[in-house]
């Protein structure tokens, strides 16, 4: 008997447990696969670091919960049952005062617990505040020493600690008269009860064992409802967390294939673009057109300069030629097809990205140039950081190209990272190229390499550049001039400091052509 109950718990123990963990790492699983194919206007209005404290800390609250709680709940629900049923068998006018009392009981269970549940809510809603604070302040925690910004830091965030203290102080406080009110209903029904048994008993009508029996019957009843009241407050912080669980799944993307019309490109397209009256406002600033009525050609093969004041809609473009939005009116054709009757995934396929402040992912250094072709070699890897002039400082790190890299490739210089990108661009081999050239911030040596590398990443490729240089735009085959969204001159460099005001006035102070 000892043995086969130190078996059952094991087993107990083990599957319930199993479960919990297992359910959560399914949901993590299928809630990260959700948010990473959602478009990144729902990031907008959504801070990174509260959903992923909705995918981790909510998802472990659940874990908890499932993986001991709801044990606890389900032994307990049996032991009422098979309690109440000993009790009718015992004494069935005992029994009808338990029932009676049973509603008693039930209602400020249901009625506690429903504000434990919203209480609930609003606590992991505060933690995520709390986590999201940690993230910013230490992710940029240069800035913060540089202006001597740790006091009111600190002062922000006990701020922010204090308010999700008070919130689980509030509903530590509904659990607490919960859990009050059921042991004070379950001791006032078994007092009731065996008052009438005494009563009972003194007159003849049941024997005291009889009554010893009911009263050992009805406290197991009652110490399991008090069990039941403390395991539903865990339930109802589980749901809390589980609606913000939800939230996230609920969440549509706006930017996905079409149900019907859906086209396909072939597997290597000649990078013919055409942007057709395009009009697009971020859903952020819905009140301002980031791009107004613009219709733009680009060849195959071309590079197209784009250049303007910050702000002019450069930027967007590029958005918009990804698919990360669709125009508000207009629209965007690749090989002669919509871009709207694409899937997302076949579309992004035939570009390559270079932006300003290159995405660097934490991992080693071969992994962030083979981010866009998981399958290419080592040697194909190397091939495109010789071309990038990357490989030369790979190789004089500790672990050359296995080296890990910090977060957001910490202990780079900005060269280094821009030269990385070009690699890793130039692995892709896609028809597009999209380049966001990196500002003058760079070194001397830095740019020089950067320069170096381009023509052979722009060869044979249809290409978009924001400029910031005046050997790009030379040597661009046309120059799209940029200002509030609109677009204002198409030529070459020569011809649009002859014919066009702000163009001249944007090469005398970024290019430092000397045009007054």
């Not at 429903?114 to 940690?134: K, W």
């Not at 600690?161 to 859990?179: C, G, H, N, Y």
């Amino acid at each position: 008997m000892t043995l086969g109950l130190a078996i059952g718990t094991f087993a107990r123990f083990y599957l319930v447990s199993w479960i919990g963990e297992r359910v959560v790492a399914d949901l993590r699983k299928k809630v990260f696969d959700h948010l990473i194919e959602l478009h990144p206007g729902f990031y907008e209005n959504n801070r990174s670091s509260e959903i992923q404290s909705r995918l981790t800390a909510d998802t472990t609250l659940l874990q908890s919960v499932i993986g001991s709680s709801l044990s606890m709940f389900l032994r307990n629900v049996l032991m009422v049952i098979g309690g109440i049923v000993l009790l009718f068998i015992t004494n069935p006018k005992l029994t009808s005062i338990v029932v009676v009392a049973l509603p008693l009981i039930i209602t400020p269970i249901l009625m506690f617990g429903r504000r434990v549940r919203n209480l609930s809510r609003e606590s992991q809603d505060r933690v995520a505040n709390v986590g999201s604070y940690v993230a910013e302040a230490l992710g940029q925690i240069k800035t913060v020493q540089a202006y001597n910004h740790q006091q009111q830091d600190k002062q922000r965030f006990s701020h922010t600690v204090e308010q999700a203290f008070d919130t689980a102080r509030k509903r530590i406080l509904q659990r607490s008269w919960l859990i009050t009110l059921v042991i004070v209903l379950v001791l006032g029904a078994v007092a009731v009860m065996l008052w009438v048994g005494g009563m009972d008993v003194i007159n003849g009508r049941i024997s005291s064992g009889e009554l010893a029996a009911f009263v050992f019957y009805a406290l197991m009843v009652g110490m399991a409802f008090g069990t039941l009241s403390e395991v539903i407050g865990d339930l109802q912080r589980a749901a809390g967390a589980a609606e913000r669980i939800g939230e996230l799944l609920q969440a549509r993307s706006e930017i996905k294939a079409p149900a019907a019309d859906l086209q396909s490109l072939p597997q290597r397209i000649s990078g013919r673009l055409v942007l057709e009256s395009v009009t697009f406002a971020y859903p952020s600033r819905s009140q301002r057109n980031a791009v107004d009525n613009l219709t733009l050609t680009v060849e195959p093969g071309e590079t197209l300069a784009l250049v303007g004041p910050s702000g002019a809609g450069k930027s967007t473009i590029f958005d918009l030629l990804l698919r990360f939005y669709d125009p508000g009116q207009g629209r965007i054709l690749i090989e002669g097809i919509p871009a709207a009757q694409l899937d997302p995934h076949d579309l992004r396929r035939c570009f390559a990205l270079v932006s300003q402040t290159p995405a660097l992912f934490f991992g080693s250094v071969e992994d962030n140039i083979r981010y866009g072709n998981a399958t290419a070699s080592l040697e194909q890897v190397q091939a495109a950081a010789r071309i990038a002039h990357a490989h030369e400082f790979i190789l004089e790190m500790a672990d050359g190209y296995r080296t890990h890299l910090g977060e957001g490739g910490l202990g780079l210089s900005g060269g280094q990272r821009q030269r990385l990108a070009i690699a890793r661009a130039l692995l892709v081999d896609a028809p597009i190229l999209l380049l966001d050239e990196a500002t003058s911030a760079l070194d001397a040596q830095s740019e020089h390499l950067i320069q170096q590398a381009l023509p052979s990443l722009m060869l044979g490729r249809t290409t978009l550049v924001i400029a910031h240089r005046l050997a790009t735009v030379q040597n661009a085959d046309r120059i799209a001039v940029m200002d509030q969204g609109r677009l204002v001159a198409v030529g070459t460099h020569q011809q649009l400091i002859a014919s066009n005001p702000l163009y001249a006035r944007l090469a005398a102070l970024q290019f430092n052509t000397g045009v007054e």
